[in-house]
């Protein structure tokens, strides 16, 4: 990870953000970034009353596969994670989905969400990092998505607010 994702990531708080259409009423709101207690430690904690990634990641089945990984391979969770807006390229929705990556001796595990539709594999949209002053601040590129009821390119950026949990 480049020193720039880095910088980034430590005023990255958690905020919202939300899409919607100019030509019809869709609109969506999401979760983006992390909050304060999202440390490695504590995502590597998956059996305590207090674990914290059951409440993040509602597959069983995944839940396992980390699970297993953290503990046969010692895998260690790589930096990036957090709550990630995807989209799903048959049904052109948007889902709010927790971004996890592990690696470990041998390879990389990058969590997998399904459309809860089409049931085909979510990408993770699209987006840059800009730079302003010493904030590091991420760019959502919306325009080149069409609005997933009406089809026209007229999705915007509506509303982005920290959020301080
Ligand atoms: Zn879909
Ligand atoms: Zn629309």
């Not at 399904?114 to 959502?140: F, G, N, T, W, Y």
């Amino acid at each position: 990870m480049d020193i720039f994702l880095k910088i980034y990531r430590r005023f990255k708080m958690g905020s919202s953000y939300g899409i919607s259409c100019r030509e019809c009423y869709y609109r969506k709101d999401f979760r983006i970034g992390i909050g304060m207690i999202y440390s490695p430690n504590n995502l590597k904690d998956i059996d305590s009353e207090f674990a914290l990634l059951p409440s993040l990641i509602r597959s069983k089945k995944t839940l396992e596969q980390i699970k297993t990984l953290l503990k046969e391979e010692n895998a260690e969770i790589a930096d990036d994670y957090g709550h990630e807006i995807y989209r799903c390229h048959k049904c052109g929705d948007f889902y709010g989905r927790f971004y996890l990556r592990l690696e470990y001796n041998g390879g990389t595990y990058e969590i997998e969400y399904k459309c809860p539709k089409c049931k085909i594999r979510l990408k993770l949209i699209d987006h840059s990092v800009s730079a302003i002053d010493a904030m590091q601040e991420k760019v959502i590129n919306l325009e080149k998505y069409p609005c997933p009821k009406c089809g026209n390119y007229s999705l915007y950026e509506d509303g982005v607010e920290i959020l301080w949990d």
